[in-house]
């Protein structure tokens, strides 16, 4: 492992692994075991674990061509996919952390995504579009989550577009094919497969509730100023529920993630679009809703929270991506602050009213050599200390990590 303080920041920074094929796991995707001792990731040779205190990486599977999907919540387990098979099906597996068993879980029809596991480890939620279509020709088979394709497309005046716009031209298009999709859920134990939500809108970005087994949210993809984005259902198929909804045009919501206690739903909200940044909470036991405010710099391409919730973080983006920043390009550490009523005095409805906050920043990495065509995807060690994120600042894609205290 490479270590430096980073000069512009005063933080330490680690170089976890420069493997070849190393992946860390998307930001929303729990890269845990239930205790917090150890994290996992993936390489071209199969699925590496680290020991939390010692930073010592060891196999966990030596198989190559597989997908590392997560870990479990409740048993040290790390779930990976098998592709394709001459039935048409991909093939779920759980690997043990500790000695590297694995078990076979189910097979799922080919072209499947499994995006999550419950809290106590009982079904897994995937989706499938019933067409096979690629978002950029010649990009079939590439994860948009980890390998970003090189979006291309001309706009109306026949000239090529940046890669940001032209990515929203070819998510519009994917949205417009109006393609039968469906979200289903697949139990663990018997590999039976049900199917609980039907749709011609494209649906993706599937998260159970860290706390509540029977609570899935999901999203309506697209270009965000277009689509109702964030949506909660039960795994009978009941309470579909839109979580955010637009009160102006051009607003925006997504990139949406559980808080570790599965009681807020966190996600990035633009109003309007590229004008006007927040991190958008709400509370899915009380309805209640907080916002914390960030300044064009501080947008980021995802936002996660620490386990106690006390900390925030950004990976910060390029001046071509949405908030066009100037001076972006950081992975960032914010501390939430509460705006106060003044003199101690209420609006009659204030409990009703959405609770705004600020966000006090400090950069944490210097990230003026990432290419942000891969998205750093920052997430919290368990115990807050400190950030992985994958990123390219040193050439070839590593996993890092930063610690959130300067060093000393």
């Known amino acids: 492992m490479k270590t430096w303080v980073d000069a512009k920041t005063g933080h330490k920074v680690v170089r976890v692994s420069d493997a070849p094929g190393n992946y860390a796991l998307y930001f ?26 010692t ?15 997560f870990a479990g919540h409740k048993t040290r387990s790390a779930y990976f996919a098998q592709g394709e098979r001459s039935g048409g099906t991909v093939s779920i597996w759980a690997a043990d952390i500790d000695t590297g068993r694995v078990r076979k879980i189910a097979d799922v029809p080919a072209g499947s995504q499994i995006d999550t596991i419950n809290a106590d480890e009982t079904l ?45 031209v070819r998510l519009n298009e994917r949205l417009e094919a109006k393609i039968p999709m469906e979200i289903f859920t ?18 993706n970005h599937l998260q159970f509730s860290p706390a509540d087994p029977t609570l899935l949210m999901y999203c309506h993809e697209g270009p965000w100023h277009k689509v109702d984005r964030i949506w909660t259902v039960r795994t009978d198929g009941t309470q579909n529920t839109k979580i955010h909804a637009r009160t102006m045009n051009m607003e925006i919501a997504g990139h949406e993630f559980w808080s570790p206690d599965g009681r807020t739903i966190w996600y990035d909200l633009q109003t309007p ?22 300044e064009r710099n501080e947008w980021s391409v995802h936002y996660n929270v620490s386990d106690d919730g006390r900390l925030f973080s950004g990976d910060g983006g390029d001046p071509e991506m949405v908030a066009h920043a100037p001076d972006g390009k950081y992975m960032y550490l914010f501390r939430p602050h509460d705006i106060p009523d003044v003199a101690g005095i209420h609006a009659d409805n204030a409990e009703a009213l959405i609770a705004p906050g600020t966000f006090a920043a400090e950069k944490l990495v210097d990230m003026g050599k990432q290419d942000y065509k891969l998205e750093p995807n920052g997430r919290f060690s368990p115990d807050g200390r400190w950030l992985f994120f994958r990123a390219n600042i040193e050439g070839a894609p590593a996993i890092y990590a930063v610690a959130t205290e300067k060093a000393k």
């Open 28 to 53: 929303n995707y729990n890269a845990y075991t239930p205790n917090g001792d150890t994290m996992i990731f993936s390489t071209a040779q199969g699925i590496q674990a680290m020991d939390m205190k």
């Open 124 to 168: 897994l939620a995937g989706q499938i579009a019933l067409e096979q279509r690629e978002l950029q020709p010649g990009t079939r088979g590439r994860d948009p989550k980890t390998d970003q394709a090189a979006y291309a497309a001309n706009g109306p005046d026949g000239r090529p577009l940046p890669y940001a716009e032209a990515k929203e």
């Open 273 to 294: 679009r590229g004008q006007d940044f927040w991190l958008a909470g709400y509370d899915v036991n009380t309805g209640k809703r907080r916002w914390y405010h960030l």
């Open 186 to 203: 697949v139990n663990v134990k018997t590999g039976e497969r049900r199917t609980i939500v039907k749709s011609t809108d494209w649906l």
């Open 55 to 69: 930073w010592k990486i060891r196999p966990v599977l030596r198989r190559r061509g597989i997908r590392l999907l």
